[in-house]
T-cell receptor, first 110, second 112 residues
């Protein structure tokens, strides 16, 4: 069966510091991969998605970037965090349509 | 971007009551999905719908894909305390393979 791992679960970072969140999927190959952000009490905003190694599509202009160095690895990064980057970040994978989510990372920028 | 209008935004119900929530859009969707999110966790897929008019059940949950392909509803029968959480609808628009559009969520709270 497929599993998705996302870490860390929580992170507190100072403004201006770099960010790296990692997500890996097991039990499948060539999945579609996604990064979402969820503000408190709000819906899910798609940040990036990838249909293959090195193929990244950005949905909204922002202070973040994503990379897919391996088939089942998806990384969310920032060179300098802003206060507005705080939120709940969710990685997801999809065989085609249905998305399956990781446990999320609660990022607080202070 | 495209939005899914989900209602109600929140609801309080008593344990044992039935619940109904829905999603509507001005665009046509190929697939409708319903998710539940517990506090501090990622959303979990409850039901997936692939054809207009399709009615699917998963235990006490029933969801339908609207005939017009622009709406879907989710019903929960005989609610229990563990039904508490946020329910999201999500849909795949025609021509947007690999991407889902999410609704704004319905927060369900159950009183004993």
């Amino acid at each position: 069966s497929q599993t998705i791992h996302q870490w860390p679960a929580t992170l507190v970072q100072p403004v201006g510091s770099p960010l790296s969140l990692e997500c890996t999927v097991e039990g499948t190959s060539n999945p579609n991969l996604y990064w979402y952000r969820q503000a408190a009490g709000r819906g899910l905003q798609l940040l990036f998605y990838s249909v293959g190694i090195g193929q990244i599509s950005s949905e909204v202009p922002q202070n973040l970037s994503a990379s897919r160095p391996q088939d089942r690895q998806f990384i969310l990064s920032s060179k300098k965090l802003l206060l507005s980057d705080s939120g709940f970040y969710l990685c997801a994978w999809s065989p085609y349509t249905e998305a399956f989510f990781g446990q999320g990372t609660r990022l607080t920028v202070v | 971007g495209q939005q899914l209008n989900q209602s109600p935004q929140s609801m309080f119900i008593q344990e044992g009551e039935d619940v109904s929530m829905n999603c509507t859009s001005s665009s046509i969707f190929n697939t409708w999905l319903w998710y539940k999110q517990d506090p501090g966790e990622g959303p979990v897929l409850l039901i997936a719908l692939y054809k207009a008019g399709e009615l699917t059940s998963n235990g006490r949950l029933t969801a339908q894909f609207g005939i017009t392909r622009k709406d879907s509803f989710l019903n929960i029968s005989a609610s229990i305390p563990s039904d508490v959480g946020i329910y999201f609808c999500a849909g795949q628009l025609t021509g947007t393979a690999s991407k889902l559009t999410f609704g704004t969520g319905t927060r369900l709270q159950v009183t004993l």
